[in-house]
């Protein structure tokens, strides 16, 4: 699978607790918000996304808040599970920038049972 | 329904070489972009196909990558002559038509290029 670089931010949460992975972003006029999970070996993985007039979007066990003033975006897992391992990363699309997305450099959350 | 599919899933070539990846979208996707990721930094794009046009080569690094998209259909990503810093894992995505009501971009499982 694909190595995670050596400088890669880390979370580890106890199985069943809540995690909170957090993101800041670069520019004030992204108007679209996506997170992606990456499993070892595979490609990013959608789970779920916001756009910039909305501060919450709830998912399955998912919950992501924006917060545009300080240009933060956060993904808040419910009940992690062990499957939950993984990097997740955030991304941005620049309003009038096409359809390419801008991502973070990535979180690792380790789940210990 | 198939997702995104990538070929080879690993490469390893001298430098000099010439490397060839091929990405195959979800059948009917209209937008196909090429990211990769080195040394472990984060997903960067690279470029963006709209059927077998080129919207935005905006990320592309140099005149060494070229990549194509015959027919609208799958695409290619040639890196001639290879370097170094070109090691890393790059990835395709495909999505629908915005009218159609695309938005999300659904990510092929990566070839990871290691150019020694």
């Known amino acids: 699978g694909e190595s995670v670089g050596l400088h890669l931010p880390t979370l580890s949460v106890q199985e069943g607790d809540n995690s909170i992975i957090n993101c800041a972003y670069s520019n004030s006029a992204s108007d679209y918000f996506i997170w992606y999970k990456q499993e070892s070996g595979k490609g990013p993985q959608f789970i779920i996304d916001?756009?910039?007039?909305?501060d919450k979007r709830q998912g399955q066990r998912v919950t992501v808040l924006l917060n545009k003033t300080v240009k933060h975006l956060s993904l808040q897992i419910a009940a992690t599970q062990p499957g939950d391992s993984a990097v997740y990363f955030c991304?941005?699309?620049?309003?009038?920038?096409?359809?390419?997305?801008?991502f973070g450099t990535g979180t690792q959350l380790k789940v210990e049972l | 329904e198939a997702g995104v599919t990538q070929f080879p899933s690993h490469s390893v070539i001298e430098k000099g070489q010439t490397v060839t990846l091929r990405c195959d979208p979800i059948?009917?996707?209209?937008?196909l972009y090429w990211y990769r990721r080195v040394m472990g930094k984060e997903i960067k794009f690279l470029l963006h196909f709209v059927k077998e046009s080129k919207q935005d080569e905006s990320g592309m690094p140099n005149n060494r990558f070229l990549a194509e998209r015959t027919g609208g259909t799958y695409s290619t990503l040639k890196v001639q002559p290879a370097e170094l810093e070109d090691s890393g894992v790059y990835f395709c995505a495909s999505s629908q038509n915005r009218l159609a009501g695309g938005r999300e971009q659904f990510f092929g499982p990566g070839t990871r290029l290691t150019v020694l």
């Open positions: 059948s009917g996707h209209d937008n």
């Open positions: 916001i756009r910039s007039n909305m």
């Open positions: 991304a941005e699309r620049l309003t009038g920038g096409g359809n390419k997305l801008t």
